[in-house]
């Protein structure tokens, strides 16, 4: 049975009592059937759920009660399986699961979670059932909501996803509130934290292509920036997880039947009756509605526009009144409580309930149960609002005094009320002896019409209990006569039911100042205990305090203008009901608009309403209004009335999407976006540029440069300052308020650009020097920030062709902006050997702040004269010396002995050691001595004429001559530890 009306549902009842002239029980039978399931415990409550569902089933899931995280995400798969979910603790298989089991002849068991949710010892008491096991769990909960996401996929097509938050905060209540819905449509549900999803599952759900993927949250709950890489996002939520779960159920209302509807707890620890409730309500189709301790006006409301065969209450955490108030909103003929007792005799009570019941439970005597007495009979009787009990012995008088009754099953299966005696209106024909008095007398003056009669005496007399109507009613009953003996007419008596206790005089208008005898006699209480007369002097000036009667919003076609009508009991006092500090409207926070009440009109012909103008621009929401302070036409001060009314504040809204020009199509580094409003804003408001802020993903804020609005096409151009990387940014709007003064929410604007428009370098150009230390100067195209482009460690300079990264210094970076761009000259540390080396410039900025592209400019260095790098000996062999080169040499002149010579003085004397031959390898030199070295000795090497192998433009170079001191040590331990040498 899909939605439906409930005037179809009112139809078909009323057509088929207009039919039925007989009066069965078949013609009052009740729409709507109210149930509720629950156990002793929670473990209990998800096996009569079970019951509830399933006869029999192969398949089941085990989840743990406790700690049930892991479990939110199972009943797609329970749909899937058709197989319920039972819980257990931790270490123990409770006796009713594991007999469940048994029951329905499960075959394999799915185990929800790791060892930590579900230990092996469970495991293995399932298994020694016979049963199969196929566990589903990962690192946590995240993972976990995949592994079964995974092994739903097995028996479905996965067209749609559900990301749900995982975190704790939100106590799952979301993924609860849609499991039904997106079991019937077989979507799995996957859990996320609020500022990152995990990579697996965003990889997991961009494979499956889904046609939309619904992120059951705000972004307060699950980020934008989350879930932006996931295809096809709709967001579902509501201001708490009771309005949440409203808008699930609206947006997929298509696939439910409403034959049945099941009320769960949303808040811990009731929740986890939810989470076993969510496969019974998939399996029927059904929606599952989370309550907190009342039903609210909401969710009222949304049951108005259904109609359904049951309300079904699962967890013992469900109050009944709400499972019974749900059911009243379908059928509202159902009884919900015990309204009045009659004590007949000493052997039979009648209990009128506020509605019909069904007669089958009601004619069931143990249904009832008053402590101390033996019910032998029930029976239901004058239609069905009524059950008579009868005792077997008679009832005491103590016992009569004090009667309170429990009944069961008969407002509903599995629901318990009472009642005390105390607490209903009781007719007593056994014990009851008191007569009833007079408590108390007030005047009304109200308006009957219009002339000279049109204004009229309301006497409202109070008695000390309820009294019979009849009586009551009787005219005769009842006398006003004037200081003359002079008796007023008594236009008619009003009795009304619902208030058993009072009876309404009806007077012409007479004179307030004069003092008139009433006189009241033969009346009766429902015992039939009869009045003594009543005599007494009373004014008949109006002492009645005047109140609200009548409270009604109008909406008007102009945005944010709303009528409200109040009426009150009787007539008032212009100037005070037109006083607008008498009508007070405040936010949930407190916040109220003085200016809002734009004007009160006063009903000059009634003179008992007002109709207030009301022009909101501020208040969203539920308010709460207080009517106070008001009189009437003699001084009579209201009742104080507070009501709630909700006021939706029609804000401003940017149009989407927001057309925006990126850098490729500007030709420079900024955004131009033209937001179009769907009304005329305030200019000044709209054109204030602290109103914005653009924000890239990496957190680098741009500012706004100029905003400007042309109210005729209601479109701002925002054009920002540089940016300065790619990506994706976010406008953020605020603060802008139309013509009227409502405020925009703040609203994010997505923007994004792959291109961004970087400085260049020029060229390199090495200023020519006979000094080892050079001067590159380096060109850019626009004009640079001098900090980043003086800083030495922006540039890098490397020797290419090299087995080992050969790195000269930056000793000085010097911007100037000497040429169009500027220009920065880089001072190096000594160069070693010539070669071509390759500049890197990295992280230069430009005067708006863009980073230079990395960017590499090669230098050739060729004047850097050769030079002897080290020299060292050869251990154990004292008559040889190595030395390096800063680079190939001239074999020939390497190999020159001439070019070399070695000498050391002692005892004054300067002596010289022969070279007997040089070996040359590359830049090695090879020397082999006439004369082994002695410790403690100062040698000098002296090297020259010696030049290079390789030539620079067009000739070679002359190596730098050498002069080397050095000792050799004592007790060397290597060739490099041979030769020490003198400073």
Same mark, same amino acid.
């Given at each position: 049975?899909?939605?439906?009306?409930?005037?179809?549902?009112?139809?078909?009842?009323?057509?088929?009592?207009?039919?039925?002239?007989?009066?069965?029980?078949?013609?009052?039978?009740?729409?709507?059937?109210?149930?509720?399931?629950?156990?002793?415990?929670?473990?209990?409550?998800?096996?009569?759920?079970?019951?509830?569902?399933?006869?029999?089933?192969?398949?089941?899931?085990?989840?743990?009660?406790?700690?049930?995280?892991?479990?939110?995400?199972?009943?797609?798969?329970?749909?899937?399986?058709?197989?319920?979910?039972?819980?257990?603790?931790?270490?123990?298989?409770?006796?009713?699961?594991?007999?469940?089991?048994?029951?329905?002849?499960?075959?394999?068991?799915?185990?929800?979670?790791?060892?930590?949710?579900?230990?092996?010892?469970?495991?293995?008491?399932?298994?020694?059932?016979?049963?199969?096991?196929?566990?589903?769990?990962?690192?946590?909960?995240?993972?976990?909501?995949?592994?079964?996401?995974?092994?739903?996929?097995?028996?479905?097509?996965?067209?749609?996803?559900?990301?749900?938050?995982?975190?704790?905060?939100?106590?799952?209540?979301?993924?609860?509130?849609?499991?039904?819905?997106?079991?019937?449509?077989?979507?799995?549900?996957?859990?996320?934290?609020?500022?990152?999803?995990?990579?697996?599952?965003?990889?997991?759900?961009?494979?499956?292509?889904?046609?939309?993927?619904?992120?059951?949250?705000?972004?307060?709950?699950?980020?934008?920036?989350?879930?932006?890489?996931?295809?096809?996002?709709?967001?579902?939520?509501?201001?708490?997880?009771?309005?949440?779960?409203?808008?699930?159920?609206?947006?997929?209302?298509?696939?439910?039947?409403?034959?049945?509807?099941?009320?769960?707890?949303?808040?811990?620890?009731?929740?986890?009756?939810?989470?076993?409730?969510?496969?019974?309500?998939?399996?029927?189709?059904?929606?599952?509605?989370?309550?907190?301790?009342?039903?609210?006006?909401?969710?009222?409301?949304?049951?108005?526009?259904?109609?359904?065969?049951?309300?079904?209450?699962?967890?013992?955490?469900?109050?009944?009144?709400?499972?019974?108030?749900?059911?009243?909103?379908?059928?509202?003929?159902?009884?919900?409580?015990?309204?009045?007792?009659?004590?007949?005799?000493?052997?039979?009570?009648?209990?009128?309930?506020?509605?019909?019941?069904?007669?089958?439970?009601?004619?069931?005597?143990?249904?009832?149960?008053?402590?101390?007495?033996?019910?032998?009979?029930?029976?239901?009787?004058?239609?069905?609002?009524?059950?008579?009990?009868?005792?077997?012995?008679?009832?005491?008088?103590?016992?009569?005094?004090?009667?309170?009754?429990?009944?069961?099953?008969?407002?509903?299966?599995?629901?318990?009320?009472?009642?005390?005696?105390?607490?209903?209106?009781?007719?007593?024909?056994?014990?009851?002896?008191?007569?009833?008095?007079?408590?108390?007398?007030?005047?009304?003056?109200?308006?009957?019409?219009?002339?000279?009669?049109?204004?009229?005496?309301?006497?409202?007399?109070?008695?000390?209990?309820?009294?019979?109507?009849?009586?009551?009613?009787?005219?005769?009953?009842?006398?006003?006569?004037?200081?003359?003996?002079?008796?007023?007419?008594?236009?008619?008596?009003?009795?009304?039911?619902?208030?058993?206790?009072?009876?309404?005089?009806?007077?012409?208008?007479?004179?307030?100042?004069?003092?008139?005898?009433?006189?009241?006699?033969?009346?009766?209480?429902?015992?039939?205990?009869?009045?003594?007369?009543?005599?007494?002097?009373?004014?008949?000036?109006?002492?009645?305090?005047?109140?609200?009667?009548?409270?009604?919003?109008?909406?008007?076609?102009?945005?944010?203008?709303?009528?409200?009508?109040?009426?009150?009991?009787?007539?008032?006092?212009?100037?005070?009901?037109?006083?607008?500090?008498?009508?007070?409207?405040?936010?949930?926070?407190?916040?109220?608009?003085?200016?809002?009440?734009?004007?009160?009109?006063?009903?000059?012909?009634?003179?008992?309403?007002?109709?207030?103008?009301?022009?909101?621009?501020?208040?969203?929401?539920?308010?709460?209004?207080?009517?106070?302070?008001?009189?009437?036409?003699?001084?009579?001060?209201?009742?104080?009335?507070?009501?709630?009314?909700?006021?939706?504040?029609?804000?401003?809204?940017?149009?989407?999407?927001?057309?925006?020009?990126?850098?490729?199509?500007?030709?420079?580094?900024?955004?131009?976006?033209?937001?179009?409003?769907?009304?005329?804003?305030?200019?000044?408001?709209?054109?204030?540029?602290?109103?914005?802020?653009?924000?890239?993903?990496?957190?680098?804020?741009?500012?706004?440069?100029?905003?400007?609005?042309?109210?005729?096409?209601?479109?701002?151009?925002? /054009? !920002?300052?540089?940016?300065?990387?790619? $990506?994706? *940014?976010?406008?953020?709007?605020?603060? @802008? +308020? #139309?013509? &009227? =003064? %409502?405020?925009?929410?703040?609203?994010?604007?997505?923007?994004?650009?792959?291109?961004?428009?970087?400085?260049?370098?020029?060229?390199?150009?090495?200023?020519?020097?006979?000094?080892?230390?050079?001067?590159?100067?380096?060109?850019?195209?626009?004009?640079?920030?001098?900090?980043?482009?003086?800083?030495?460690?922006?540039?890098?300079?490397?020797?290419?062709?090299?087995?080992?990264?050969?790195?000269?210094?930056?000793?000085?970076?010097?911007?100037?902006?000497?040429?169009?761009?500027?220009?920065?000259?880089? /001072? !190096?540390?000594?160069?070693?050997?010539? $070669?071509? *080396?390759?500049?890197?410039?990295?992280? @230069? +900025? #430009?005067? &708006? =702040? %863009?980073?230079?592209?990395?960017?590499?400019?090669?230098?050739?260095?060729?004047?850097?004269?050769?030079?002897?790098?080290?020299?060292?000996?050869?251990?154990?062999?004292?008559?040889?010396?190595?030395?390096?080169?800063?680079?190939?040499?001239?074999?020939?002149?390497?190999?020159?002995?001439?070019?070399?010579?070695?000498?050391?003085?002692?005892?004054?004397?300067?002596?010289?050691?022969?070279?007997?031959?040089?070996?040359?390898?590359?830049?090695?030199?090879?020397?082999?001595?006439?004369?082994?070295?002695?410790?403690?000795?100062?040698?000098?090497?002296?090297?020259?004429?010696?030049?290079?192998?390789?030539?620079?433009?067009?000739? &070679?170079?002359?190596?730098?001559?050498?002069?080397?001191?050095?000792?050799?040590?004592?007790?060397?331990?290597?060739?490099?530890?041979?030769?020490?040498?003198?400073?």
């Amino acid at each position: 049975m899909k939605r439906c009306f409930k005037i179809l549902s009112s139809f078909i009842i009323g057509l088929s009592i207009i039919m039925s002239s007989i009066p069965t029980f078949a013609a009052v039978d009740i729409g709507t059937d109210v149930k509720k399931i629950y156990g002793k415990d929670r473990y209990a409550t998800a096996v009569e759920v079970s019951k509830e569902g399933w006869k029999n089933t192969d398949v089941a899931i085990v989840a743990n009660g406790l700690g049930f995280a892991d479990a939110l995400c199972s009943t797609p798969l329970s749909k899937a399986i058709d197989g319920p979910i039972l819980l257990t603790s931790q270490e123990n298989l409770p006796t009713g699961t594991k007999d469940e089991l048994r029951r329905l002849g499960a075959k394999r068991v799915y185990i929800i979670g790791g060892t930590g949710a579900v230990s092996t010892k469970v495991e293995k008491e399932i298994k020694g059932m016979g049963i199969k096991i196929s566990r589903l769990g990962g690192a946590n909960r995240y993972d976990t909501s995949l592994e079964v996401a995974k092994e739903l996929s097995k028996f479905v097509n996965i067209n749609n996803i559900m990301v749900i938050s995982g975190e704790e905060s939100t106590q799952g209540a979301d993924a609860l509130s849609v499991a039904p819905l997106a079991a019937l449509n077989n979507m799995p549900m996957l859990l996320t934290s609020k500022k990152e999803m995990q990579s697996n599952i965003k990889s997991w759900i961009n494979r499956q292509y889904p046609d939309n993927t619904y992120v059951i949250a705000s972004n307060k709950t699950i980020d934008d920036k989350t879930v932006i890489d996931l295809p096809r996002i709709e967001r579902i939520y509501g201001k708490d997880r009771y309005d949440t779960n409203l808008k699930v159920l609206d947006k997929f209302n298509f696939y439910l039947e409403y034959d049945n509807v099941y009320v769960a707890q949303g808040t811990p620890p009731g929740t986890v009756d939810a989470l076993t409730t969510g496969p019974l309500a998939a399996k029927k189709s059904s929606p599952l509605l989370l309550v907190s301790n009342k039903i609210l006006s909401s969710q009222k409301s949304y049951l108005k526009g259904i109609t359904a065969n049951e309300v079904v209450g699962v967890g013992g955490m469900v109050e009944n009144n709400i499972l019974l108030d749900s059911a009243q909103i379908f059928d509202n003929r159902i009884a919900t409580k015990v309204k009045s007792m009659t004590i007949l005799n000493r052997r039979n009570i009648i209990l009128e309930f506020n509605g019909i019941v069904k007669e089958s439970p009601a004619n069931i005597k143990e249904n009832y149960e008053i402590l101390g007495t033996n019910i032998i009979k029930s029976e239901c009787i004058d239609g069905y609002d009524k059950v008579q009990l009868t005792f077997k012995s008679d009832l005491t008088d103590s016992k009569i005094s004090t009667l309170e009754c429990k009944i069961s099953n008969v407002v509903g299966k599995n629901i318990t009320i009472g009642f005390d005696r105390k607490d209903i209106p009781v007719k007593d024909m056994v014990t009851d002896k008191v007569k009833p008095k007079i408590s108390n007398i007030s005047v009304l003056d109200f308006a009957d019409g219009t002339g000279a009669n049109g204004v009229k005496k309301k006497i409202t007399i109070k008695f000390s209990e309820d009294v019979n109507e009849e009586d009551s009613k009787d005219i005769k009953n009842y006398k006003i006569t004037d200081k003359n003996g002079d008796e007023l007419r008594i236009v008619k008596i009003e009795f009304d039911k619902a208030v058993p206790s009072e009876v309404n005089i009806i007077t012409p208008s007479v004179n307030d100042t004069s003092n008139y005898k009433l006189d009241v006699k033969g009346i009766r209480d429902l015992s039939n205990n009869i009045m003594d007369p009543y005599s007494k002097t009373i004014s008949l000036k109006d002492t009645t305090k005047p109140k609200v009667i009548h409270f009604e919003i109008t909406n008007t076609s102009a945005s944010n203008i709303v009528f409200i009508d109040i009426t009150f009991s009787k007539q008032m006092d212009e100037k005070s009901a037109t006083t607008v500090s008498n009508y007070i409207i405040k936010d949930s926070t407190g916040k109220t608009d003085s200016k809002m009440i734009k004007d009160i009109e006063f009903n000059q012909l009634t003179k008992d309403s007002v109709r207030l103008t009301i022009e909101n621009v501020v208040l969203d929401g539920t308010c709460n209004m207080t009517i106070k302070g008001i009189k009437d036409t003699v001084g009579n001060i209201m009742e104080q009335y507070d009501t709630k009314l909700v006021l939706n504040l029609n804000r401003p809204n940017i149009l989407q999407p927001v057309p925006y020009d990126t850098p490729d199509k500007l030709g420079e580094n900024k955004f131009i976006i033209r937001a179009e409003f769907d009304r005329t804003m305030s200019d000044k408001d709209v054109q204030n540029i602290r109103n914005y802020s653009l924000v890239s993903d990496n957190n680098v804020q741009v500012a706004i440069e100029s905003v400007k609005y042309d109210p005729i096409t209601r479109i701002a151009t925002i /054009t !920002t300052q540089t940016l300065t990387e790619v $990506g994706n *940014y976010t406008l953020l709007v605020r603060g @802008v +308020k #139309d013509s &009227t =003064g %409502v405020e925009l929410l703040p609203t994010k604007v997505p923007l994004q650009t792959n291109i961004i428009y970087r400085p260049g370098v020029i060229g390199a150009e090495l200023q020519q020097s006979e000094t080892r230390s050079k001067e590159i100067l380096v060109g850019f195209d626009t004009k640079m920030d001098a900090r980043t482009a003086n800083d030495k460690n922006n540039y890098i300079l490397t020797k290419m062709n090299t087995e080992t990264p050969e790195v000269v210094r930056i000793k000085s970076a010097r911007y100037s902006t000497a040429t169009i761009g500027g220009r920065v000259i880089l /001072t !190096t540390e000594d160069f070693s050997s010539n $070669g071509i *080396y390759k500049l890197t410039i990295k992280n @230069v +900025k #430009d005067a &708006t =702040g %863009v980073s230079i592209n990395e960017s590499d400019a090669m230098v050739t260095i060729d004047n850097i004269k050769p030079q002897v790098v080290e020299v060292s000996g050869v251990f154990d062999k004292y008559d040889r010396l190595n030395i390096k080169f800063s680079e190939a040499m001239s074999r020939i002149d390497v190999e020159t002995n001439s070019n070399y010579s070695l000498k050391y003085t002692i005892d004054g004397e300067e002596k010289t050691i022969g070279i007997k031959s040089v070996v040359s390898n590359g830049n090695i030199a090879s020397l082999i001595l006439d004369e082994e070295l002695k410790s403690g000795i100062i040698y000098q090497l002296n090297i020259d004429g010696i030049y290079s192998e390789k030539a620079y433009n067009g000739a &070679t170079l002359q190596m730098e001559d050498c002069k080397f001191k050095f000792q050799r040590k004592v007790d060397p331990v290597n060739d490099k530890d041979v030769i020490i040498q003198i400073k």
